[in-house]
């Protein structure tokens, strides 16, 4: 953080009550009230700088003591505290903290280079060009703070010009950045990488307050020059620092938020979604599904809804188990992972997958992908002992037949829901059976099936019919390739113990062929002849 220093008196001001006064051997002749603070001090040296008081003081006689109100001054009685100490000489210290507040009330006061030389805007420009706009850090907090004087800040074009020192920064080549930053990655140690990540940026504008941020994300992407996976980053890391339950909560855990709250992180979740690149693969699968998740707790807009699970159906073949294990936002769930979320985006997806020409490789690659991914889900979640299983059927049954060249993984979460919910009714037992296709299993799981205590009798049954059938057909097959090889060994026997009879076969079979040949040309020729009698 860079610092000005201006002034060389020491502090006098002091306070009595509701009352700041100066020291001095002078009595007070301007009184000047802001807000509910009133402040002793004098015509000199404070109007001979402020061309604003000199303007205000001309109607009263200069014998008289003057009571000013300035309570619409920017930045309140800190701000205007710090003009009169500069007026006074007495020491004070800017920074990016407190320069917004300081430069806007001096334009206020009107403290500029026409009402006396080497005034107070004029020192602020130069420390605000020269070393503010120079440096990262001080940028990001300077426009940080204009939130509380947001009008004044765009007059005086503090954030115009923070936004584009931003944009610029984060535009430089990440070899040439010199400046520090914050990077709080897990494994990353900056001294011993010669050049910044490319994302070195993302942390620090991640502290500014929506509009703000959205503005600088607007600006950069209207350059075309970063990749959008560095959007997208960008954007997951705002969400991080922003939203509530950007990770999922332990289960006991819970959290409420006040309206104020709601509302204020609807406009964010909203924003966000809005400024997601179009491009494919600029946010995970897992940043979309998290969004989605924590838009349905805060209730956004449907709009808002349906664009995220369009956007997660578009990248489902690229998830993973963890991305899909949420908890459920609503209190009244006893169970722990929200199943509805999964089911939203996977009925979108499969709205996707069915447009696809059915020709196409990735129209059977693609949804046997998630199938799977799916199947691998069912059995995470069916541990979980307040399960509905009508919730997991669902899940399992909205795939079309093609979608799972076998059923070994549908078998591994039928047993695991069985072993963790022992007290399972007969018909629930069925009805979850009753989506597993006994002739899609593997020989090691009907092997498994078959002494498997806890499927009904009625799906034991199923697979030992199919796994008889099976041997049924494998015998037959076997047999059928026996008498294939019986009948070219005992080829080759009758050829082994009469050569010379089968030697004149072959010699009778080539003499007939040959003859056959010399017969169909003597015809052939006998027909031409005819043909050119008649013609005569």
């Known amino acids: 953080m860079k610092f000005m220093k201006l002034g060389t008196k020491p502090d006098t001001f002091y306070t009595e009550e509701a009352t700041r006064t100066v020291i001095s051997d002078s009595p007070s002749d301007l009184i000047i009230r802001v807000n509910n603070i009133t402040y002793l001090l004098h015509k000199f040296p404070l109007i001979p700088k402020c061309g604003l008081l000199q303007r205000l003081c001309t109607d009263f006689d200069d014998s008289n003591n003057v009571t000013i109100e300035l309570h619409d001054i920017p930045g309140g009685e800190d701000a205007f505290e710090l003009c009169a100490k500069f007026c006074y000489g007495i020491t004070i210290n800017l920074s990016s903290h407190n320069l917004v507040p300081a430069f806007c009330a001096a334009k206020f006061l009107r403290m500029t280079e026409s009402v006396e030389q080497g005034n107070f805007v004029q020192k602020l420009e130069a420390f605000f060009n020269s070393c503010i706009l120079d440096g990262w850090k001080d940028t990001v907090v300077t426009l940080q703070t204009t939130i509380k004087l947001p009008e004044w800040s765009e007059n005086v074009g503090i954030i115009r010009r923070c936004i584009d020192s931003i944009v610029e920064k984060i535009l430089t080549p990440p070899t040439k950045v010199s400046w520090s930053f914050t990077y709080t990655r897990p494994g990353y140690i900056q001294k011993r990488h010669q050049s910044a990540p490319k994302d070195w940026w993302t942390e620090d504008i991640s502290d500014l307050d929506m509009d703000l941020f959205r503005c600088i994300i607007t600006a950069v992407r209207s350059t075309y020059i970063l990749p959008s996976q560095l959007i997208g980053e960008a954007l997951h890391v705002y969400a991080c620092r922003w939203l509530p339950n950007t990770r999922p909560p332990a289960p006991e855990s819970s959290v409420s938020l006040n309206d104020d709250s709601v509302e204020k992180n609807r406009r964010i979740l909203e924003t966000i979604v809005s400024m997601i690149p179009t491009d494919r693969g600029s946010v995970s699968f897992g940043f979309l599904l998290r969004l989605l998740s924590i838009a349905n707790y805060l209730g956004v807009s449907p709009v808002t809804k349906t664009e995220l699970r369009r956007r997660a159906s578009v990248q489902f073949d690229e998830a993973t188990v963890s991305d899909l294990l949420f908890p459920s936002q609503l209190s009244s769930h006893q169970y722990f992972y929200d199943t509805e979320l999964v089911m939203a985006v996977l009925e979108s997806y499969l709205v996707l997958w069915r447009r696809q020409t059915p020709d196409n490789n ?175």
């Open 362 to 536: 990735q129209f059977v690659r693609g949804i046997r992908k998630v199938a799977k991914l799916i199947d691998s889900y069912l059995q995470a979640v069916a541990r979980d002992v307040n399960m509905p299983v009508f919730k997991l059927v669902s899940l399992a049954e909205a795939f079309p037949d093609i979608a799972r060249e076998d059923h070994d993984d549908l078998y591994k979460f039928i047993n695991i829901y069985l072993k963790e919910h022992p007290e399972l009714s007969k018909a629930d037992k069925k009805r979850l059976c009753r989506i597993l296709d006994c002739q899609k299993l593997s020989p090691e799981v009907r092997a498994h099936a078959v002494k498997n205590e806890r499927l009904p009798l009625r799906t034991v049954v199923q697979v030992l019919f199919f796994e008889q059938e099976r041997k049924m057909a494998s015998q037959t097959q076997s047999q059928s390739e026996y008498d294939d090889i019986s009948k070219l060994q005992l080829g080759e026997r009758r050829k082994n113990a009469y050569p010379e009879t089968s030697e004149k076969v072959k010699r009778s079979d080539i003499d007939e062929s040959g003859s056959n040949i010399n017969n169909k040309l003597a015809i052939q020729t006998r027909s031409k002849s005819q043909h050119k009698g008649r013609d005569r």
